[in-house]
């Protein structure tokens, strides 16, 4: 309880460790986690993805600052790439983010994604659990890239942004599939450049193709901004705002929000827990080398024998 | 569970020194060699480095001077790690230093200094040798 009592006090330096022994999956931080989780549950998460470069972490920086002005504490966290080469990555996000370092009231995180797909890292929503739990009033998730799967932001925030650049056009089609179902705001960043109107009505239309979308009641707003010159950022807070009051509006919107939450949370934990325990378990036994050594002389077809080693598995456990 | 624990380094260049190429070159043979680099970039002030450090959680500061303020910044992020409970980070620093400042910036706590021409691999070498991820 030690730890949990210094992370609810608010200590930084506990804090910071405590995402590190998440990050390198430190069995005992499951349980601070254990402990913390009764004092979660109270900040609002923002999430905020885009292509490279579109300038996340410029907008983030100023949405901390318009945040402050208003009193209120924030937590970021902002994700990169690991590289699939070196398994080192370079955490670029901080540059653009540091004028905040010396507050008191921020607390900015840099996380690689260490192989995990999604946009995120398997250690974010427990690190949202944390910062949460050490109070910030917002927490704001950078994630990298945008593909095709990368929405798992959605999952782990109440309000997603989706943030582009004008003239992507043609790229926006390709992201049709992937990204733009799961805005619940659009941000035409770098407006300064030309073209941006272009693109908020290629935005709108995909939008309005998707009709689905507005079963809840929440049409996205598309807008602009210009994040170098903090042009456009005042509106994006109030559309985040906005979409709060539209997820708290009826008792309904809350539970499925929470329902969806918990879900998705307790899917990715048990999915976590399967691949590093009983994965792990598996490729150490005996069974499974044997089993290695049989279909390298092609005695057994690998079909089989993966089902003769899972369904034996899942028997045990259910004993 | 399997624990990985992983080498986190910040690179930071204090002071108004604008020499960033070497510093960038760093952190990039850092991530080959697979650790997670933290970068701040310019104009850093010694409080914004050690706040960054801790908030980051990282095992290894690298401070980048090109510009002659060393002998003022270096001690500070020393200092400052000190008064913050957090010298158990490592310090080293790179870029151009008088003949006579290394001894001395050694002597307070500098793990290490290294000026042009050092080869990467050395550069990586002494993290590998020297920094441990905190266990
Ligand atoms: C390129 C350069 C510039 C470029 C910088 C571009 C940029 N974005 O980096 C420009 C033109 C902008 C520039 C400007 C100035 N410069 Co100049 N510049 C140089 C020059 C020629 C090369 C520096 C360089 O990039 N080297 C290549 C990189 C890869 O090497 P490096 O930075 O040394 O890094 C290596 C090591 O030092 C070490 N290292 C460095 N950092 C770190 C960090 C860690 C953690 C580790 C482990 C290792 C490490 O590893 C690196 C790889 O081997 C040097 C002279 C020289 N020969 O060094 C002068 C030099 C640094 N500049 C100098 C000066 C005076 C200036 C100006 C003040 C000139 C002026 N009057 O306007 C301005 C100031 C700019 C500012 N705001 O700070 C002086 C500094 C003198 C001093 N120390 O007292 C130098 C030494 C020239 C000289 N002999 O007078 N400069
Ligand atoms: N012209 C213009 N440039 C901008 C604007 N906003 C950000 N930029 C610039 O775009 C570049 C990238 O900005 P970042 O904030 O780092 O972008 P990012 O999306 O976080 O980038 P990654 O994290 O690398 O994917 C920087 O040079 C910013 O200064 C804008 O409104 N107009
Ligand atoms: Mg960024």
Same mark, same amino acid.
């Given at each position: 309880?030690?730890?949990? %009592?210094?992370?609810?006090?608010?200590?930084?330096?506990?804090?910071?460790?405590?995402?590190?022994?998440?990050?390198?999956?430190?069995?005992?931080?499951? %349980?601070?986690?254990?402990?913390?989780?009764?004092?979660?549950?109270?900040?609002?998460?923002?999430?905020?993805?885009?292509?490279?470069?579109?300038?996340?972490?410029?907008?983030?920086?100023?949405?901390?600052?318009?945040?402050?002005?208003?009193?209120?504490?924030?937590?970021?966290?902002?994700?990169?790439?690991?590289?699939?080469?070196?398994?080192?990555?370079?955490?670029?996000?901080?540059?653009?983010?540091?004028?905040?370092?010396?507050?008191?009231?921020?607390?900015?995180?840099?996380?690689?994604?260490?192989?995990?797909?999604?946009?995120?890292?398997?250690?974010?929503?427990?690190?949202?659990?944390?910062?949460?739990?050490?109070?910030?009033?917002?927490?704001?998730?950078?994630?990298?890239?945008?593909?095709?799967?990368?929405?798992?932001?959605?999952?782990?925030?109440?309000?997603?942004?989706?943030?582009?650049?004008?003239?992507?056009?043609?790229?926006?089609?390709?992201?049709?599939?992937?990204?733009?179902?799961?805005?619940?705001?659009?941000?035409?960043?770098?407006?300064?450049?030309?073209?941006?109107?272009?693109?908020?009505?290629?935005?709108?239309?995909?939008?309005?193709?998707?009709?689905?979308?507005?079963?809840?009641?929440?049409?996205?707003?598309?807008?602009?901004?210009?994040?170098?010159?903090?042009?456009?950022?005042?509106?994006?807070?109030?559309?985040?705002?906005?979409?709060?009051?539209?997820?708290?509006?009826?008792?309904?919107?809350?539970?499925?929000?929470?329902? %969806?939450?918990?879900?998705?949370?307790?899917?990715?934990?048990?999915?976590?827990?399967?691949?590093?325990?009983?994965?792990?378990?598996?490729?150490?036994?005996?069974?499974?080398?044997?089993?290695?050594?049989?279909?390298?002389?092609?005695?057994?077809?690998?079909?089989?024998?993966?089902?003769?080693?899972?369904?034996?598995?899942?028997?045990?456990?259910?004993? | 569970?399997?624990?990985?624990?992983?080498?986190?380094?910040?690179?930071?260049?204090?002071?108004?020194?604008?020499?960033?190429?070497?510093?960038?070159?760093?952190?990039?043979?850092?991530?080959?060699?697979?650790?997670?680099?933290?970068?701040?970039?310019?104009?850093?002030?010694?409080?914004?480095?050690?706040?960054?450090?801790?908030?980051?959680?990282?095992?290894?500061?690298?401070?980048?001077?090109?510009?002659?303020?060393?002998?003022?910044?270096?001690?500070?992020?020393?200092?400052?790690?000190?008064?913050?409970?957090?010298?158990?980070?490592?310090?080293?620093?790179?870029?151009?230093?008088?003949?006579?400042?290394?001894?001395?910036?050694?002597?307070?706590?500098?793990?290490?200094?290294?000026?042009?021409?050092?080869?990467?691999?050395?550069?990586?070498?002494?993290?590998?040798?020297?920094?441990?991820?905190?266990?």
């Amino acid at each position: 309880m030690v730890i949990a %009592e210094k992370i609810i006090s608010g200590d930084i330096r506990a804090v910071a460790r405590l995402i590190r022994d998440i990050d390198d999956t430190v069995p005992e931080a499951r %349980e601070v986690l254990k402990d913390l989780y009764p004092y979660t549950g109270k900040a609002y998460v923002v999430g905020i993805t885009g292509a490279p470069g579109v300038g996340k972490s410029t907008l983030v920086d100023q949405m901390i600052a318009h945040l402050r002005k208003a009193k209120k504490t924030v937590g970021v966290l902002a994700v990169d790439p690991t590289s699939p080469f070196s398994g080192g990555a370079i955490l670029g996000d901080r540059v653009r983010m540091q004028r905040h370092s010396m507050d008191e009231g921020v607390f900015i995180r840099s996380m690689a994604t260490r192989g995990y797909f999604g946009g995120l890292t398997q250690s974010t929503r427990s690190a949202i659990d944390v910062l949460d739990a050490m109070g910030k009033d917002y927490i704001i998730v950078e994630t990298v890239g945008v593909g095709q799967d990368e929405i798992d932001i959605v999952r782990s925030a109440h309000t997603t942004i989706i943030t582009l650049v004008p003239g992507m056009g043609d790229d926006i089609q390709a992201l049709k599939a992937g990204i733009l179902e799961v805005g619940d705001i659009f941000v035409i960043n770098k407006a300064d450049r030309e073209g941006a109107d272009r693109t908020i009505n290629d935005i709108r239309l995909m939008i309005e193709m998707d009709e689905k979308r507005y079963k809840d009641g929440w049409k996205p707003p598309i807008l602009t901004a210009q994040a170098v010159f903090d042009k456009g950022v005042k509106e994006i807070l109030g559309e985040i705002e906005n979409h709060r009051k539209h997820l708290l509006s009826s008792k309904q919107m809350q539970s499925i929000f929470k329902y %969806e939450k918990a879900r998705n949370d307790l899917v990715e934990m048990i999915k976590d827990r399967i691949v590093s325990d009983v994965l792990a378990d598996i490729i150490h036994s005996r069974e499974f080398e044997e089993a290695l050594q049989l279909i390298m002389e092609r005695k057994i077809d690998p079909y089989t024998a993966c089902d003769n080693i899972v369904l034996k598995k899942i028997k045990k456990g259910n004993k | 569970m399997n624990q990985k624990r992983k080498i986190r380094i910040l690179v930071a260049k204090p002071g108004l020194d604008g020499h960033d190429r070497g510093s960038r070159i760093i952190a990039r043979a850092y991530r080959d060699a697979g650790f997670e680099v933290v970068y701040t970039g310019l104009h850093q002030t010694p409080e914004e480095v050690v706040q960054a450090a801790i908030q980051e959680d990282v095992d290894m500061i690298g401070l980048s001077s090109l510009a002659g303020a060393h002998m003022y910044l270096f001690p500070r992020v020393l200092e400052l790690l000190k008064e913050n409970g957090a010298d158990d980070i490592v310090v080293c620093g790179g870029g151009i230093f008088p003949e006579e400042d290394i001894p001395k910036l050694k002597k307070i706590g500098i793990k290490e200094i290294f000026t042009p021409g050092t080869p990467l691999g050395e550069v990586v070498n002494w993290v590998e040798e020297n920094v441990k991820p905190r266990s």
